[in-house]
Nanobody, 133 residues
């Protein structure tokens, strides 16, 4: 299990932007779909976005479409989440996640966690994002 390390969280006012990063030490990083999930206090962990290993396809939760952009730099083994037009409902701990099965599609990442629980993916330690009004 290669560790995932998130960075870039913080506090921002509503309407502002943040960019999260997730560094992986997995040398086969480009084979694996990666994603972002978030968990607000007293709520379930929810899917935010995912991207294929090659970076040519992605998937988003409806609540973040057109505001968030997921990307990856396979040369740097790093995953990103650009978050724009943030609002208070985006306040949560954001987790980077890696599929354990290579060459899957981004659309499978969210359902995997819903159907089989968080144990099916590898996770980072989380980074707090707080949006104030």
């Amino acid at each position: 299990q290669a560790p995932l390390v998130e960075s870039g969280g913080g506090s921002v006012q509503a309407g502002g932007s943040l960019r999260l990063s997730c560094a992986s030490s997995k040398h086969t990083f480009s084979r694996y779909t990666m994603g972002w999930f978030r968990q607000a206090p007293e709520k379930e962990r929810e899917f935010v976005a995912a991207i294929s290993g090659s970076g040519d396809s992605s998937d988003y939760a409806d609540s973040v479409k057109a505001r968030f952009t997921i990307s990856r730099d396979n040369a740097r083994n790093t995953l990103y989440l650009q978050m724009n037009v943030l609002n208070s409902e985006d306040t949560a701990v954001y987790y980077c996640a890696a599929d354990r099965t290579p060459f899957t599609t981004p659309q499978t990442l969210g359902p995997k966690v819903l159907n089989w629980g968080v144990e099916v993916l590898d996770w980072g330690q989380g980074t707090q994002v707080t949006v104030s009004t």
